[in-house]
């Protein structure tokens, strides 16, 4: 008999948008057994669109964005021991257009909220309860891209913690900058990106910052220590990526990077890559820079999300227009070995659980 040893979040779009067909019904709660079979637990309804998710590290707040160009909307909610379903507790309308990403800064107490339509990141407070207590600072993203079709003004993808502060990714005006949790907002550090890059992910890992870019679907790493913006090294995310001439890479546009993760051992980092619906693995020398790749099936089309699972024994695929997640065994290289699935409708954000304490 096999037991359930890892819980997730998954959230998912539930309304026609312009990039999917949604028909997902809210906020699931799933557990992987120790074999990596996955089991629907429950959901729960409230929010529209609930596109991305964050939890405390006491495993008992859940926060969610409603992705909407308008009455877009945070959702906390309360995650009981046991419950299959989480306990919407507080909803707080968003004057921004289309958020997309939620991150807790827990030793702060900040949350903070991206939006990728209208180029806002709003911090916001939180009291000792995980429940909101005001706004802290909101942030105007401005400027474009050469790359008009996808970077016509600002579009704030992601804010991750980064030590005392945060760091941002715009994919609209190819900017990544840092912003201290208190004061005004504004960047006080930028890094270098290529122009039309579009970074859109990132992950840290002591002084190395990792960010994913969207639309040249390259990887950069960053010395968060070091006083150059230069990043100290750019690999393609798929094979031929730099090299269109030899067929190996999709045509320019129909593959787009999307999720990134780092594994916790920290010895590998993942990437997915949508339309390529391929899976990339990097290894990590003792520097944090990365190695030769391997790349991997996702096992269906549209890998919006992955996500390990914290004893680092396997990977999920959130495949979003196949109505799917997909569990990979890692194996003691790095490497990844498809199993078991769960259908799930229009699955966009995996967000693993901390036990209960």
């Known amino acids: 008999m096999t037991t359930a040893t890892h819980r997730l979040a998954v959230g998912t779009y539930t309304q026609h948008l312009a990039h999917v067909a949604g028909h997902g019904l809210g906020i699931h709660l799933i557990a992987i057994d120790s074999d990596g079979v996955p089991h629907a637990l429950g959901h729960e309804g409230s929010l529209a669109n609930p596109s991305y998710l964050c939890a405390d590290p006491t495993g008992t707040r859940l926060y969610a964005v409603s992705e909407r160009a308008r009455d877009a909307e945070l959702g906390v909610y309360a995650l009981d021991a046991g419950a299959a379903t989480p306990r ?26 991206s939006h990728y339509g209208s180029g806002e990141l709003l911090c916001l407070r939180l009291d000792a309860d995980g429940m909101l207590a005001g706004p802290a600072w909101q942030y105007q993203a401005l400027g474009s891209g050469p790359e008009r079709s996808r970077q016509e003004a600002a579009h704030l993808h992601c ?13 609209g005006a190819d900017r990544v900058t840092h912003h201290a949790l208190d004061g005004d907002g504004a960047p006080r550090r930028a890094y270098a990106v290529t122009p039309g890059a579009g970074p859109r992910h990132a992950v840290v890992n002591g002084t190395r910052l990792y960010v994913i870019n969207e639309l040249d ?4 790493v960053h010395d968060l220590a070091g006083e150059s913006a230069q990043a100290l090294a750019s690999v393609p995310a798929l094979p031929g990526t730099n090299d269109r001439k ?12 999307a ?19 391929t ?3 990097w290894p990590l020398d003792k520097d944090g820079l990365p ?4 790349w991997y099936d996702a096992g269906g089309r549209t890998p919006r999300d992955i996500a390990l699972t914290p004893d680092g024994r ?24 498809a199993g078991a699935s769960l259908d799930l409708a229009s699955p966009a954000c995996l967000c693993p659980l901390p036990a209960s304490r």
């Open 88 to 113: 919407l507790l507080q909803r707080l309308p968003l004057a921004g257009a289309d958020p997309c990403h939620v991150s807790l800064h827990a030793p702060a107490r900040r949350l903070c909220i």
């Open 159 to 171: 804010a991750i913690p980064a030590g005392d502060g945060i760091v941002a990714c715009d994919l």
């Open 314 to 337: 396997f990977l999920l695929a959130g495949l979003q227009d196949d109505d799917r997640i997909v569990v990979h065994a890692v194996g003691a290289e790095g490497e990844l070995r």
């Open 217 to 220: 679907n390259t990887l950069a």
């Open 279 to 281: 899976i990339v693995c």
């Open 259 to 277: 999720a990134l993760r780092l594994h916790p051992g920290g010895r590998w980092l993942y990437a997915s890559v949508r339309g390529a619906d």
């Open 246 to 257: 030899n067929g190996a890479a999709p045509a320019q546009g129909s593959a787009l990077a």
């Open 291 to 294: 190695g030769a790749p391997r």
